[in-house]
């Protein structure tokens, strides 16, 4: 089945304490992003990969890291979290093709205190 | 740089009844415009898109129609189900000259749809 796994889909973090969330695609996508939802903001984007080795940031990069070291795998990185950054994380993956729609991950909820 | 607005939610209706949620953009290029649907504990899940002035997208009894003079799509559905209840974005992708794009999605804030029997 073609998707896009994150994991884990709960984190309970205390600030400052490094953490990854992975993301993992098996359709063979070029183009890997994640975005945040927060309420009344919508979807903003992080970081994304237009391919391997090849990363830049979003809208919204502060507080973030991540890598593209092979095509599947796209992890988040929070090399020191805080409060602002508790909210729900998306992956998501798409061909390189303008009219061709995003696939997400089902999210992870994060909370840090 | 690129914009989507959506009409304020929530929008709570009762079966049968006709759907609107507006969707406007803001956009320097050709953009597509896409709506997603996000089910309660999942991700978001492409619904319909367009990828140009006057296409009409539709699935699921769901229909958009681009309007580039009003840059306007908005999202309608005939008879909803107590199933539609869901948030919903309008998003819209930009296309470059060439017909090229690196594909970000720009979302709009998304409108919480109740349902109810």
């Known amino acids: 089945e073609a998707q896009v796994t994150q994991n884990p889909r709960y984190l309970i973090t205390v600030t400052g304490k490094k953490l990854t969330v992975t993301c993992s695609q098996n359709m063979n996508h070029e183009y890997m992003s994640w975005y945040r939802q927060d309420p009344g903001l919508g979807l903003r984007q992080i970081y994304y990969?237009?391919?391997?080795?090849?990363?830049d940031k979003g809208d919204v990069p502060e507080g973030y890291k991540v890598s593209r070291k092979e095509k599947r795998n796209f992890p988040l990185i929070l090399e020191s979290p805080s409060p602002n950054q508790t909210s729900l994380y998306f992956c998501a993956s798409k061909v390189m093709t303008y009219n061709s729609p995003l696939h997400f991950g089902n999210g992870t909820r994060l909370t840090v205190t | 740089g690129n914009s989507v607005t959506q009409m304020e939610g929530p929008v709570t209706l009762s079966e049968e009844a006709f759907l609107t949620i507006n969707c406007t953009y803001t956009a320097t290029g050709y953009p597509s415009l896409f709506w997603y649907v996000q089910y309660p504990g999942e991700g978001l899940q492409l619904l319909l898109k367009?990828?140009?002035?006057?296409d009409k997208g539709s699935n699921k009894g769901f229909e958009a129609t681009y309007r580039k003079e009003t840059t306007s799509f908005h999202l309608e559905k005939g008879s909803v189900q107590v199933s539609d209840s869901a948030v919903y974005f309008c998003a819209l992708s930009e296309v470059y000259a060439g017909g090229t794009s690196y594909g970000k999605l720009t979302f709009g804030q998304g409108t919480i749809l109740t349902v109810h029997p």
């Open positions: 367009a990828t140009k002035a006057d």
């Open positions: 990969s237009m391919n391997v080795e090849v990363t």
